[in-house]
């Protein structure tokens, strides 16, 4: 809304699942589950945009105070003193060890979602390369995303389920965009004002490819006894939401001195607050209430 947009609905609508009730996060109660307690984000500026959720919802209750950040304020740590609880965001688009060519405004990347898998890449495994995604080289087999994804996700779950740290851990599933006409990089926008029906959307073959790796992988997880992971899975939610996003209005009243036609880019990927992504946390609440602990 300071940055221009003029529509306001976006604040209003919430998600209800089908044949039961999901109340609201309660800030209270959340902070009284987790005192004495750690939470951590890990992975890309949407889950660093999860946390900035949380935040929000938490400080009707108590200001968090940042006790860490690193230079880039990529990795940054809260603490709510009164109830002993911390949170942090932790930066790690690709869960693995990686080593990214770009500058911090993005140029030859992609901005998130799990789709930092997306990117031209050379694949490493015991420091020898095994293959490469979209990188033209005729010496390097090429392996796709699938590949990756698939070993970065099974290492990261068997991690967790090995670890001496037995941490309850929510595994979230992959995030859609609603770019329109275009990608983030070629013109694609999202001006959508009300959520999509059922039926008017279906999730694009990417997203599905992905979110089908991921749950491949949690259940081979699972069976293998990591008890203490739950898949989280927002996909479908989020993708009936397309009114949620910044779009244009990211940055400060885009349109000021500039022609109405006038080209800007558009950020259908990350949310508005308050907004959609508020419903990953309700349903995180609800998640904890269950977990024994």
Not at 157 to 167: M, P
Not at 267 to 276: A, K, N, Y
Request: proline fraction near 5%.
């Amino acid at each position: 809304m300071k940055n221009g947009r003029p529509d306001s609905g976006y604040v209003y609508w919430r998600w209800r699942p089908r044949d039961c009730d999901l109340p609201k996060l309660d800030p209270n109660k959340f902070l009284k589950i987790m005192r004495d307690k750690s939470l951590a984000f890990i992975g890309d500026s949407i889950m660093r945009n999860h946390v900035q959720s949380l935040l929000c919802i938490l400080s009707q209750v108590e200001q968090a105070i940042e006790v860490y950040h690193d230079k880039p304020y990529k990795n940054r740590r809260w603490s709510f003193p009164s109830h002993h609880f911390t949170v942090s965001v932790v930066w790690s688009p690709f869960l693995t060890k990686a080593s990214t060519f770009e500058d911090d405004n993005g140029v030859s990347s992609v901005i998130g979602g799990g789709k930092w898998f997306l990117k031209s890449a050379i694949y490493y495994e015991n420091s020898s390369i095994v293959g490469c995604h979209n990188c033209h080289d005729k010496n390097i087999t090429e392996l796709g995303f699938e590949h990756a994804y698939r070993k970065a996700l099974n290492a990261t779950l068997k991690f967790v389920s090995k670890s001496k740290h037995k941490a309850y851990v929510f595994f979230r599933t992959t995030t859609p965009d609603h770019f329109e006409n275009g990608e983030w990089n070629t013109g694609g926008y999202c001006n959508r004002t009300r959520p999509f029906k059922v039926g008017e959307i279906e999730i694009d073959e990417i997203d599905e490819i992905m979110r089908n790796i991921e749950l491949e992988e949690f259940k081979r997880a699972a069976a293998d006894g990591a008890m203490s992971l739950k898949v989280f899975d927002t996909t479908v939610l989020s993708l009936l939401r397309p009114y949620g996003h910044p779009g244009v209005y990211r940055r400060f009243h885009p349109y000021d001195g500039k022609d109405k036609d006038a080209k800007i880019q558009n950020d259908c990927l990350h949310w508005c607050l308050p907004g959609p992504i508020d419903s990953w946390n309700d349903l995180m609440m609800e998640m904890l209430i269950k977990h024994p602990r």
